[in-house]
């Protein structure tokens, strides 16, 4: 891999480990029982995975309105 492809992987991991540890001790902070002991992960896991996509789509559509935004006030 190129220089700049392994500085923007430690980047990326980097970043992922830090939001991965606010995440999971946010998580553990909500939760009070173990999330091995769970029996609902899966459930619980299709719900975070419906929420990812609702929030995929409302950025774009929010993308899409600024780029409409920015495009009308370049035409004046």
Known sequence: MTCDRENHLRRVKTLFLKRLDLKYRRGAKQHKEELWEKNDLLDEAIDEVTDLV????SERERRNEKDKSLDHRSRR
């Open 54 to 57: 609702v929030y995929l789509i």
